[in-house]
């Protein structure tokens, strides 16, 4: 049911929205290049991820032709050996006998073929989605790198800066929407790799997704505690900025009270 399950449309298009914000308040930033490859990967989520579930009918096919063949193969020779003990001695009979432990293992190996050509579907699948799945776990290493240098704590020391030093040309709000939109592109990176188990939900699969939410979570929860150092930072700037307007009016209070 829609409401029960991601609309791949809908991401997109947040994904979309969300780098027209960043273009708008940061162009031809990092982040901004960033939020368009992240948006290039919802895009190919949307087509990659249902193509990922539906059947696979030409190795359907193919596996099935093959099974059917190693069948008949067994068949006509456990026919022929039939016919064979009907027509052999006492001493012969005695080696057919023990022949069976012997093709035990013949046996197993074709079982084991078997359940190799039936699982085929689900590994090409598998391979696909964790592909898929390792790009997007990359992206949220560098939405990553761009946040590693935006120190909020720098505007309430002002340390000197060496050589080395990033160049911060942020003003505090600014730092303050940036990490907000880091924040909101590893959420959309999360939801991008849940599509991709949503109608294919193999276990290696879904442990890898679980991976990719619980390395944006991780990385989102060290940008928030950033988000509110400079918030505290500008709300004390803010009341310093009342307290000095306050007390330079209250020259002009007690001079309109002495007339």
Not at 48 to 70: E, F, K, N, Q, S
Not at 80 to 87: E, K, N, Y
Request: hydrophobic residues 45%.
């Amino acid at each position: 049911m829609p409401g029960k399950s991601l609309q791949p449309e809908k991401i997109a298009a947040t994904v979309e929205q969300l780098t027209r914000r960043v273009s708008e308040r940061f162009p031809g930033s990092g982040l901004e290049r960033t939020a368009l490859e992240l948006g290039e990967l919802a895009g190919t989520a949307r087509k990659v991820a249902p193509l990922i579930a539906r059947p696979i009918y030409a190795v359907r096919v193919g596996v099935g032709v093959l099974i059917a063949a190693v069948i008949m193969l067994v068949g006509t020779l456990l026919s022929a050996g039939v016919d064979r003990i009907g027509q052999v001695g006492r001493a012969d009979l005695i080696e057919i006998v023990s022949a069976p432990e012997a093709g035990t293992n013949e046996l197993v190996l074709i079982g084991l073929g078997i359940f190799f050509l039936v699982s085929l579907e689900t590994r090409l699948k598998r391979g696909r989605a964790l592909g898929a799945i390792h790009e997007v776990r990359s992206i949220a290493h560098v939405i990553d790198m761009h946040q590693l240098t935006k120190d909020p704590a720098y505007y309430r020391q002002h340390p000197g800066a060496t050589r080395s030093s990033p160049q911060r040309q942020l003003t505090l709000f600014q730092l303050i929407r940036y990490l907000d939109y880091c924040s909101e592109l590893l959420s959309m990176t999360s939801k991008i790799a849940a599509l991709y188990i949503q109608r294919f939900n193999g276990t290696t699969v879904l442990s890898a997704v679980s991976d990719v939410e619980t390395l944006c979570t991780a990385l989102s929860g060290k940008i928030w505690q950033k988000m509110q150092i400079a918030e505290s930072i500008l709300d004390d700037d803010s009341r310093r900025s009342l307290g000095q307007t306050a007390a330079a009016a209250r020259p002009a209070a007690a001079l309109d009270t002495a007339l």
